[in-house]
């Protein structure tokens, strides 16, 4: 196999004989999918090979407390996929490893990193009855115009506003023309904030940079609104709190026969304004939000309203409570940023 690493904080010799079961979670340095390594741990989980770029920029840390058997880079881990050099006792693949950036204009960098590297996971999973949980995204959703559906017969109306979102909505397509959705498992979250996102840069949740700002300056502006319906700080997303993102994660793995696409989000649209209350509260600050004009450039392309309909899942029998924006901020404000330990 290829090259593997000791993770941080864990004693593994180069040599190490795998446990009889095993689970790899790729992006395993990013945002999702080190919550779901600590989500696993926390399950008493620990027999994980984490998969990320090598050099890991900026994130780490995101490792630095978890329990892992190996780390290995990510080109040296689809070397192994494609020559079929996996040990057998890997049980599932969680693929959270992806170009995220909706502001990444190289078309052909996200058709390798996001479409290429899937399917070759996808075909060998597929082919060996690994279960297979990947990262589809809401950015396929578009302006909203044609709904927010996760039946797959409703994929090809949508249209992304951005490269990133047509990756993903190439692959969407490519599993479901292919005949795979019914045997792996895609997840379109939705605005996901949380824990271990500390290295996002611009594209952090709006909690995150709330946080900063708000420690820094005292208040914090938002983009007015250029729509009749919706006025200054009303437009409204479905956040969701990465802690949920895992806890749904776990159960799809307790659950391998459930397949096809899924939203994860809060089932519940609420308001920038409404997002900015709950930040303010968490960090016991008076509430303080400036409007300002929105760029010319994200008018065109700005969405005012998204939601997640969550029907399919809980048809599915997915039945654990969603935490509620005000609680999910709370925890994520109280028992993290304004702590030592930033990470989970």
Request: glycine share 8%; with cysteine; charged share 20%.
């Amino acid at each position: 196999m290829g090259k593997f690493r000791a993770p941080l904080l864990v004693d593994i010799a180069v040599g190490l004989e795998y446990p009889d079961t095993m689970i790899i979670v790729t992006g395993a340095a990013g945002f999702i999918g080190s919550a779901f390594i600590a989500k696993l741990n926390a399950e008493g989980v620990s027999d994980i090979l984490a998969v990320d770029a090598a050099d890991a920029p900026g994130r780490v840390n995101n490792l630095s407390n978890k329990r892992l058997q190996a780390f290995q880079d990510k080109s040296d881990f689809i070397a192994d996929v494609e020559a079929g050099k996996l040990p057998q006792s890997v049980t599932a693949i969680v693929h959270m490893g992806a170009c995220s950036a909706t502001t990444e204009r190289n078309v052909e960098y996200l058709r390798v990193n996001n479409v290429e590297y899937t399917k070759t996971l996808a075909r060998y999973c597929v082919e060996r009855g690994v279960r297979f949980i990947y990262a589809s995204s809401a950015a396929t959703y578009g302006d909203g115009a044609h709904g927010y559906s996760d039946d797959e017969s409703a994929i090809d109306a949508f249209k992304p506003l951005n490269p990133y979102g047509d990756s993903k909505q190439i692959f969407d397509l490519w599993a479901r023309d292919n005949g795979f959705l019914d045997k792996i498992v895609g997840l379109k979250f939705f605005n996901v904030y949380g824990p271990n996102e500390y290295y996002k840069g611009d594209m952090a949740s709006i909690a995150w940079k709330a946080f900063n700002t708000i420690r820094a300056t005292g208040s914090f502006s938002l983009f007015k609104s250029y729509h009749p319906t919706y006025k200054d700080g009303e437009q409204m997303r479905d956040f969701v709190y990465v802690k949920d993102c895992c806890d749904v994660m776990w159960w799809l793995l307790q659950n391998p026969s459930v397949n096809g696409l899924y939203n994860v989000g809060s089932g519940r649209a609420r308001s920038w304004n409404d997002l900015l209350g709950a930040v303010f509260k968490a960090m016991e600050m008076p509430r303080n939000i400036q409007y300002i004009e929105m760029p010319d450039s994200l008018k065109n392309q700005y969405q005012y309203f998204t939601e997640a309909p969550m029907t399919k899942l809980h048809n599915a029998g997915y039945t654990r409570p969603i935490s509620s924006l005000e609680d999910g901020v709370t925890d994520y404000i109280q028992k993290h940023l304004l702590t030592a330990d930033k990470h989970w």
